[in-house]
């Protein structure tokens, strides 16, 4: 987990010598549910689907962002995460606060029963956004190893803007 944590702390304060991206803003996010495609395990065993935990999100630019946190996974584990999000579709309404921002995901997760990979998983899908103005609630869809599918939903707020 520390190295989880070490990389967007690397990212802002950048490396001498080397022009490191800087952040745009830094936001705190909070975990909450799952669905499952397909509800049980092989051994009869439903999914946990209340999946507390919480992230620091830190913006690289409109499109680019980078996510670390820590969760209660579906096989009940802890798990660390670090993941890259990319959303380069985004529509603004022109007369509210609302902004909808779409991309995809692809990153790490530990706590896994997956032995080829000790204990991570690869982390990768399509993601959806709804922002407005410090506020956004976020909603990622995955493919999963035993279930078809699992979609995740984090809310948040930005707490820094550079």
């Known amino acids: 987990m520390k190295y989880l944590i070490a990389i967007p702390c690397i990212m ?13 803003d830094i936001s705190l996010v909070g975990h909450g549910l799952s669905k499952h495609a397909v509800q049980g395990r092989k051994s009869g065993k439903p999914y946990n689907e209340t999946n507390p935990g919480a992230a620091i999100r830190v913006g690289l630019s409109q499109d ?4 670390v946190g820590g969760y209660r996974n579906s096989y009940n584990k802890n798990s660390g995460y670090v993941i890259a999000d990319w959303s380069p579709l985004s529509w603004r309404h022109a007369t509210s606060c609302i902004r909808l921002t779409g991309g995809a995901f692809a990153g790490v997760a530990t706590g896994y029963p997956h032995k080829q990979f000790g204990g ?13 103005d410090r506020f956004f ?10 279930a078809k599918a699992v979609g995740m939903v984090e809310v948040g707020v930005k707490l820094l803007e550079f």
């Not at 802002?12 to 745009?24: E, N």
């Not at 991570?120 to 407005?132: E, T």
């Not at 609630?137 to 035993?146: I, K, L, S, Y």
């Open 120 to 132: 991570a998983a690869p982390a990768v899908g399509v993601q959806g956004a709804v922002h407005c």
């Open 12 to 24: 802002m304060a950048g490396c001498a010598g080397i022009d490191a991206p800087r952040p745009t």
């Open 64 to 67: 680019w962002a980078v996510q």
């Open 137 to 146: 609630a976020r909603v990622r869809v995955a493919p999963a190893t035993r």
